[in-house]
């Protein structure tokens, strides 16, 4: 069984930053995987952000994000991070880190395993 944990929300102002992390504990059926972000904003159905695959030479955005975030790993900590830049109010969601296998498939919204989530609200 694999725990996937998040942190860094928070409140910030727009074009303010922050940067989530998300590690991964526990073993997986490949040792390898692809790591990514969702979120699920008030009212709304949950929706990709960006994804990484095992090695970091494959990344994928949506196209809301493009240009301002950044999904980054270190697979050493087991860790995936996104920067946040240039914050926008409808980037006001709830993160979920997600685990797969598969990047393909995390990059259409599947995922093995996901994170309880973590808050950002984007507020002046």
């Known amino acids: 069984q694999v725990q996937v944990v998040e942190s860094g929300g928070g409140l910030v102002q727009p074009g303010g930053s922050l940067r989530l992390s998300c590690a991964a504990s526990g073993r997986t059926s490949r040792s390898t995987y692809a790591m990514g972000w969702f979120r699920q904003a008030p009212g709304k159905e949950r929706a990709f952000v960006a994804a990484i695959s095992w090695s970091g030479d494959s990344t994928n955005y949506a196209a809301s994000v493009k240009g301002r975030f950044t999904i980054s790993r270190d697979n050493a900590k087991r860790t995936v991070y996104l920067q946040m830049n240039s914050l926008k109010p409808e980037d006001t969601a709830i993160y979920y880190c997600?685990?797969?296998?598969?990047?393909?498939?995390?990059?259409?919204?599947?995922?093995?395993?996901w994170g309880q989530g973590t808050q950002v609200t984007v507020s002046s």
């Open positions: 997600a685990v797969d296998t598969s990047y393909m498939s995390l990059a259409r919204g599947e995922a093995d395993y």
